[in-house]
């Protein structure tokens, strides 16, 4: 999954991006859940960064539903 950027989400409209946000929970959960069960994951900043991408999806959608 490409990180998407501020601008990238705000150009998409509001079904867009409530299907992104799908995709990238399901990926931060499979993410999750591999770290939990190997004990280390390979690569801690890729959950991290999903994290704030889901953060800055949610924050976009909530300035959406207000405008309207």
């Known amino acids: 999954m490409v990180i998407l950027r501020s601008k990238e989400i705000r150009e998409m409209d509001v079904d867009e991006i ?16 591999k770290s939990s069960a190997a004990g280390i994951y390979e690569n801690p900043g890729k959950i991290k960064e999903l994290k704030r ?13 207000k405008e309207t």
């Open 18 to 33: 409530q299907k992104k946000l799908d995709e990238l929970k399901a990926e931060y959960a499979k993410n999750i859940s």
């Open 53 to 65: 991408t889901i953060a800055r999806v949610l924050t976009i959608m909530n300035e959406k539903q």
